[in-house]
């Protein structure tokens, strides 16, 4: 999975640095900032909103950036 992410552009260290693995749901992550942020994306309650669709997000900067799309 690492490499995939890593051919799409979406890692922009070296192959050879350790990765870190959410412990919830096994997703593989490069460093521990990025394993935060998706923890608060993908485990935490989502308390945001949008009115437009009804989906749900963990903070108000993910809602602001769904709404640029959703219309």
Known sequence: MYYL???LGLFTKSKTESITKCKKCGSELH???RLKRH???AHDKKNEKCRICGN???????LRKH???CK
């Open 39 to 41: 923890q608060k994306i």
């Open 56 to 62: 749900e997000f963990p903070d108000r900067e993910e």
């Open 31 to 33: 460093d521990s900032e």
């Open 5 to 7: 992410y890593y051919e």
């Open 67 to 69: 709404k640029k799309k």
